[in-house]
């Protein structure tokens, strides 16, 4: 990535185009980004579907919350993907630090599926959990967003938590990256939106591959908004 082109905070109309009005990987479903969620189901069926995979996704997510190392700070998991057959529905955890959640839980994935068949009591369909570890975790937008959250709660200032972050994005060969930070930012009284880009982030164009999270930090001063936008050139994995 190149230097530093751009860094400000609110009046962002400038710069704010086509992909910041809808959410990125939705905007380039089809040509770079595919679904997380991959299963058929009749229209009276679609919502039942999209809340027992919300169910699944919140589950994973507050059991390897639980069980990984207190010490990493982390969840590291980059997304969840599910896919769903006739008689068989596969669930696929990408996680940056695989190997801190199994070595801290060796038996994660036996646990998981017994706590899934428990919740939703699948009787006709076989369950198959996978994890799978992610080449270059920081240039994964949610642990980079995770990342900085957990520098923040530590009270770091916001802008040494993203400069940070941006170097480790810059050894994970990202072509650019895009932070925002919404709320009360260091514990100032009045809420305020900052953001920093490095390199290219074209948000316009639907060819470019970018990776976005949402992400929400919980901090003694109250609640900030995370967004992340990466820009990369092919898959990660």
């Not at 199994?102 to 899934?116: G, K």
């Amino acid at each position: 990535m190149g230097p530093r082109r751009d860094m400000g905070r609110r009046g962002m109309g400038h710069w704010r185009g086509m992909g910041q009005k809808i959410n990125p990987l939705g905007f380039r479903l089809g040509t770079t980004q595919s679904h997380h969620s991959l299963w058929f189901a009749q229209p009276k069926n679609y919502s039942e579907g999209l809340q027992e995979d919300q169910k699944i996704r919140n589950l994973v997510k507050n059991y390897v919350q639980k069980n990984m190392p207190l010490y990493s700070g982390t969840e590291g998991i980059a997304r969840i993907e599910i896919q769903k057959r006739i008689d068989v529905i596969q669930i696929i955890i990408f996680m940056g630090f695989p190997k801190l959640l199994t070595e801290n839980s060796p038996r994660a994935i036996e646990e998981l599926q017994i706590n899934l068949q428990k919740e939703f009591l699948y009787v006709n369909q076989k369950l198959n959990i996978a994890i799978k570890g992610i080449a270059k975790p920081y240039g994964n937008p949610t642990i980079i967003a995770e990342f900085i959250a957990g520098q923040l709660k530590k009270r770091v200032s916001f802008r040494k938590a993203i400069k940070k972050a941006i170097e480790l994005t810059e050894q994970a060969d990202t072509k650019g990256i895009q932070v925002q930070i919404a709320g009360r930012i260091d514990g100032k009284e009045i809420a305020r939106v900052e953001w920093i880009r490095e390199g290219r982030v074209p948000l316009q164009t639907i060819r470019a591959k970018i990776n976005y999270c949402s992400y929400t930090a919980r901090t003694i001063y109250g609640v900030l908004g995370i967004k992340i936008w990466i820009f990369i050139d092919k898959e990660e994995e």
